[in-house]
């Protein structure tokens, strides 16, 4: 067994998702117990029963969902605790990077979470109206979230326990090289190039949002994530950590940046949540405000130590 369990936050990560997978496995069974048996309009016993087990089973997966979510940030504070026994690593990012599961662990919960939010959103409405007419959307919807999340706790598990504290790993400052950045198209551009073409994609996202239209502000959210990524990383980084060679994700996390990277992050995954609802969903309003809003949010935090430093030094890093 790979010595990393014995990491406290390690444990409790895994331990909470293995309790929150129990729990979901319970609700799986009784979820398709209910759409195997369910008739909407019924007035038998088993029907009643069935109404009552699934209000019960509704709120079990509320719950979990949200604890779900609220993981994720316990999530990226064990990778950046991790880094001060993993030899070479100097944040999350060298943990992460450190075998073939750690991106595509992260990827595939971040997936999740956008799922569970959907889900909410789908069951609110659900309760909202009469006879409830998603019902059975709902719990299939549930049970594509179960394997997603199935997935993802056996991506967790093999990345924790491949972790090697005997053998060095590469910090942030190798991984984001100029070899790792000639591999990307949008990293062969200059500093205002990618800018410029960050701030073109926020205006589309804007632009479609005034219009209404969803299959622009489809495409122009998908396409501004990608970009906003390596603007962060390798542009807007630098200002925070105000060094020019230090392009890193995961450094902005932690207290010496005073947790900037949370609101960064997480005002860029709330607008692209807020934008794919407005297109998944026929019932939600398109509330063009609110997507502006939280895009605009993460515009103004990437933007502001660019524009501070700016300001101080009258020079660019």
């Known amino acids: 067994m790979s010595d990393i369990l014995l990491s406290l936050e390690v444990s409790v990560l895994l331990f909470s998702q293995f309790v929150l997978f129990f729990i979901l496995s319970v609700a799986c069974l009784y979820a398709l117990k209910i759409l195997f048996h369910y008739k909407k309009g019924a007035t ?3 029907q009643y029963t069935l109404e009552k087990q699934s209000y019960l089973v509704i709120v079990i997966i509320q719950v979990v969902l949200l604890i779900k979510i609220l993981l994720v940030p316990f999530f990226t504070y064990t990778l950046n605790e991790l880094s001060t026994i993993l030899p070479g690593a100097m944040c999350g990012a060298g943990v992460l990077n450190s075998n073939d599961y750690g991106e595509i662990t992260l990827f595939v919960k971040l997936i999740v979470i956008m799922l569970a939010l959907l ?17 059975t959307y709902k719990l299939c919807f549930f049970l594509f979230i179960y394997l997603m999340f199935l997935i993802e706790l056996f991506l967790e598990v093999k990345f924790f326990t491949t972790l090697n504290t005997a053998e060095p790993v590469s910090c942030c400052s190798s991984i984001y090289t ?6 990307n198209i949008l990293l062969s551009l200059s500093f205002f190039q990618l800018l410029g073409v960050f701030y073109l994609v926020y205006i589309g996202i ?3 949002a005034l219009v209404k239209n969803k299959i622009l502000l489809l495409i122009s959210s998908i396409v501004f994530v990608y970009i906003a990524y390596y603007a962060v990383v390798y542009d807007f980084g630098i200002y925070i950590y105000e060094l020019p060679t230090h392009k890193c994700p995961f450094c902005m996390l932690q207290s010496d940046y005073y947790y900037v990277g949370y609101f960064i992050f997480s005002s860029l995954f709330i607008a692209t949540f ?8 026929p019932f939600v309003k ?10 605009s949010v993460f515009i103004f935090l990437t933007s502001l130590p660019f524009v501070i430093y700016l300001l101080k030094n009258g020079t660019l890093l």
């Open 44 to 46: 038998t016993a088993l």
């Open 119 to 135: 889900w909410m959103v789908l069951n609110k409405q659900d309760q909202k109206v009469p006879r409830s007419p998603y019902f």
């Open 178 to 183: 100029q070899n790792n950045e000639s591999k």
């Open 206 to 208: 804007v632009v479609s």
């Open 274 to 281: 807020y934008a794919f609802a407005t297109v998944v969903y």
């Open 286 to 295: 398109f509330d063009y405000k609110r997507i502006i809003f939280w895009y």
